[in-house]
């Protein structure tokens, strides 16, 4: 083991440890400190954690402790999605080539990911890392197809609805791909990889350069009020418990503001999980609390709810009052929301996002709600006992002229951004 890797994990290790076997009580008479006085000093340090394990990263290279430890790389690509090798000179661009088009939505933009391959440091990543195309890319890709007909009217992308893509790093840059045509993507990506790291963020950055050129076709083309799709990658809160052969680079992300939404037009926000038994992530439950209570409508949808043949309990013929998606051409079948062109033209109706609604002007008519989407499309997040890890309302803000300033907590971002 290096000394620089002993030095980082004296940098990373919780107070909380290192008092644990302590058995005698602790004073500091210079400082009038006693024992009562330790939970002060745990609950400023403990959430330092991950900071520190980014800073040794930064200092010491984005491999410390495991240099030349190799990266895995399942659905490994030569190319990207355009059959070509210029993301081989988008590594040290890929940040700012990734960030929002529209300066609105840069103090949210997180590309501390991205800017892992920049680092001086990091040659030997930038000689490492490979594009990855894997069959749940492919899967999550064509169902935010699907997804993104949702918002068409009569040809015209919605720009009133946000969409928060909370699902595993690389299926959710592979959504933003398809999403990229009418949605400003918005990467909340707060760490970077590692051999050993408990999130796999190198396969997310994968993922990102086997799409650029997605996300470049798509830039120029998208309207200046497009509604932004935040960007998270699932496994930032993955279990972890102590463990010598890992390294911790989990985070927490926030969510902009009810102010800062309202003022670009957004009236609701679609909340993206990998399946219908999944909750709101605990570092998210108090941003989307505020952003519901403060008339900002909150819904959830499941991408598993995205299916090529009809799921049970969903209608499959056309439904009176939905207008059926139309039938794609083509030899390979397409998903549907809740799989076929009959349920997923009840999309809007059952979210109640179609206006006017029916039923909001005093009609009678309301479509069937199969039963497994009623906690979905009926939604309102409800608060949860504080986030262990999470300390007041910090976060990420922004600051004039871009950027943002940290605030503490295994990551760096909770408690949502400031308008």
């Given at each position: 083991?290096?000394?620089?890797?002993?030095?980082?994990?004296?940098?990373?290790?919780?107070?909380?440890?290192?008092?644990?076997?302590?058995?005698?009580?602790?004073?500091?008479?210079?400082?009038?400190?006693?024992?009562?006085?330790?939970?002060?000093?745990?609950?400023?340090?403990?959430?330092?954690?991950?900071?520190?394990?980014?800073?040794?990263?930064?200092?010491?290279?984005?491999?410390?402790?495991?240099?030349?430890?190799?990266?895995?790389?399942?659905?490994?690509?030569?190319?990207?999605?355009?059959?070509?090798?210029?993301?081989?000179?988008?590594l040290s661009t890929l940040a700012p080539r990734l960030s929002p088009a529209e300066p609105r939505w840069s103090p949210y933009y997180i590309p501390t990911l991205f800017q892992s391959l920049?680092?001086?440091?990091?040659?030997?990543?930038?000689?490492?890392?490979?594009?990855?195309?894997?069959?749940?890319?492919?899967?999550?890709?064509?169902?935010?197809?699907?997804?993104?007909?949702?918002?068409?009217?009569?040809?015209?992308?919605?720009?009133?609805?946000?969409?928060?893509?909370?699902?595993?790093?690389?299926?959710?840059?592979?959504?933003?791909?398809?999403?990229?045509?009418?949605?400003?993507?918005?990467?909340?990506?707060?760490?970077?990889?590692?051999?050993?790291?408990?999130?796999?963020?190198?396969?997310?950055?994968?993922?990102?350069?086997?799409?650029?050129?997605?996300?470049?076709?798509?830039?120029?083309?998208?309207?200046?009020?497009?509604?932004?799709?935040?960007?998270?990658?699932?496994?930032?809160?993955?279990?972890?418990?102590?463990?010598?052969?890992?390294?911790?680079?989990?985070?927490?992300?926030?969510?902009?503001?009810?102010?800062?939404?309202?003022?670009?037009?957004?009236?609701?926000?679609?909340?993206?999980?990998?399946?219908?038994?999944?909750?709101?992530?605990?570092?998210?439950?108090?941003?989307?609390?505020?952003?519901?209570?403060?008339?900002?409508?909150?819904?959830?949808?499941?991408?598993?709810?995205?299916?090529?043949?009809?799921?049970?309990?969903?209608?499959?013929?056309?439904?009176?009052?939905?207008?059926?998606?139309?039938?794609?051409?083509?030899?390979?079948?397409?998903?549907?929301?809740?799989?076929?062109?009959?349920?997923?033209?009840?999309?809007?109706?059952?979210?109640?996002?179609?206006?006017?609604?029916p039923v909001a002007t005093g009609g009678h008519w309301a479509p069937f709600i199969p039963p497994r989407l009623v906690p979905m499309c009926q939604f309102h997040p409800v608060p949860r006992?504080?986030?262990?890890?999470?300390?007041?309302?910090?976060?990420?803000?922004?600051?004039?002229?871009?950027?943002?300033?940290?605030?503490?907590?295994?990551?760096?971002?909770?408690?949502?951004?400031?308008?």
């Open positions: 083991m290096s000394a620089s890797w002993w030095r980082a994990s004296l940098r990373a290790r919780p107070l909380a440890r290192l008092l644990s076997s302590w058995s005698a009580p602790l004073v500091w008479t210079g400082a009038g400190l006693t024992a009562s006085g330790c939970a002060d000093i745990l609950s400023e340090t403990e959430p330092d954690r991950t900071q520190a394990a980014l800073e040794a990263q930064q200092q010491d290279g984005w491999s410390v402790g495991d240099e030349g430890q190799p990266l895995a790389f399942p659905g490994a690509q030569l190319v990207d999605i355009s059959g070509g090798a210029g993301w081989r000179e988008a920049e680092a001086l440091r990091s040659a030997d990543l930038r000689a490492a890392i490979s594009p990855i195309f894997t069959p749940e890319m492919a899967v999550a890709s064509r169902r935010g197809e699907a997804l993104l007909s949702l918002f068409f009217d009569n040809g015209v992308c919605r720009n009133d609805v946000a969409v928060v893509l909370d699902v595993a790093g690389p299926e959710a840059v592979a959504l933003a791909a398809a999403l990229a045509p009418c949605f400003d993507p918005v990467f909340v990506l707060d760490n970077w990889p590692h051999p050993n790291g408990v999130v796999p963020a190198h396969l997310t950055l994968g993922a990102a350069l086997y799409f650029l050129p997605s996300f470049d076709r798509a830039r120029p083309t998208r309207s200046a009020s497009a509604a932004p799709v935040f960007v998270l990658d699932r496994q930032r809160l993955a279990p972890y418990t102590d463990d010598a052969g890992l390294f911790d680079n989990r985070y927490f992300a926030g969510l902009p503001s009810r102010e800062a939404l309202q003022a670009a037009g957004i009236r609701q926000l679609l909340y993206v999980t990998p399946d219908e038994v999944s909750m709101d992530a605990d570092d998210l439950n108090g941003d989307l609390v505020a952003l519901d209570e403060g008339g900002i409508d909150v819904k959830m949808l499941a991408l598993s709810d995205f299916s090529q043949t009809p799921l049970p309990g969903w209608p499959t013929a056309p439904v009176p009052g939905c207008s059926p998606a139309p039938l794609s051409p083509g030899p390979q079948p397409r998903y549907y929301f809740g799989g076929s062109p009959g349920s997923q033209g009840c999309f809007p109706w059952w979210y109640g996002w179609r206006f006017p609604s006992a504080a986030f262990p890890m999470a300390r007041g309302s910090g976060g990420w803000h922004p600051v004039p002229g871009g950027g943002s300033w940290r605030s503490g907590s295994l990551g760096r971002a909770h408690g949502g951004f400031g308008a």
